[in-house]
């Protein structure tokens, strides 16, 4: 499988990505400025408010985290999944992102990553269309229903 151009080819380039650090010159000294590390994946507010809702609907959502991830499949080539999980399924390799003051935990394994780096959670209530929308800078091209993608 050819790894998309606007993806990253290894978990030390997203590390990378993820710890930017950026040296500015003065003419008198030199200085570094650190760069808060970007999120892998945003959230809209709308996005975390409903993904919260769900959360809170679970019977244990102090030990749940969300599981964001892509498999094979779809009409596009890869299908975007998304599910509540137990922290303890987390593994050493999964980046886990805190948002709202670590009121939701997101997790991703390091293939996913590679996919979902950059990308835009959003949520809509409009009747026809509504649910969650995966805005993904990544993807080529996606279906009509925006569950599946491809590089």
Same mark, same amino acid.
């Given at each position: 499988?050819? $790894? ?9 380039? $997203? ?5 930017? #650090? ?6 008198? %000294? %030199? @200085?570094? $400025? $650190?760069?808060?590390? /970007? ?6 507010? %709308?996005?975390?408010? /409903?993904?919260?809702?769900? *959360? ?6 102090? &030990?749940?985290?969300?599981? #964001?991830? #892509? ?5 596009? +080539? ?10 303890? *399924? &987390?593994? %050493?390799?999964?980046?886990? #992102?805190?948002?709202?003051?670590? @009121? ?28 969650? *929308? ?11 229903? +925006?569950?599946?993608? +491809? &590089?």
């Amino acid at each position: 499988m050819a $790894v998309p151009s606007r993806a990253f080819n290894t978990r030390q380039q $997203v590390q990378r990505k993820l710890h930017l #650090v950026t040296r500015t010159a003065a003419p008198q %000294a %030199a @200085s570094t $400025v $650190v760069a808060p590390p /970007q999120a892998p994946i945003t959230l809209t507010d %709308a996005a975390l408010t /409903q993904l919260k809702k769900l *959360k809170a609907d679970n019977k244990n959502p102090d &030990v749940l985290l969300l599981r #964001v991830g #892509v498999k094979q499949g779809g009409c596009s +080539g890869l299908s975007y999944v998304m599910d509540f999980e137990d922290k303890t *399924k &987390v593994t %050493a390799d999964d980046t886990v #992102v805190g948002y709202d003051g670590g @009121s939701l935990e997101l997790a991703i394994d390091p293939k996913s990553l590679l996919y979902l780096f950059g990308m835009n959670l959003d949520y809509s209530t409009e009747l026809i269309g509504g649910g969650f *929308k995966f805005l993904n800078p990544n993807a080529t091209d996606s279906c009509g229903c +925006g569950k599946s993608f +491809g &590089v």
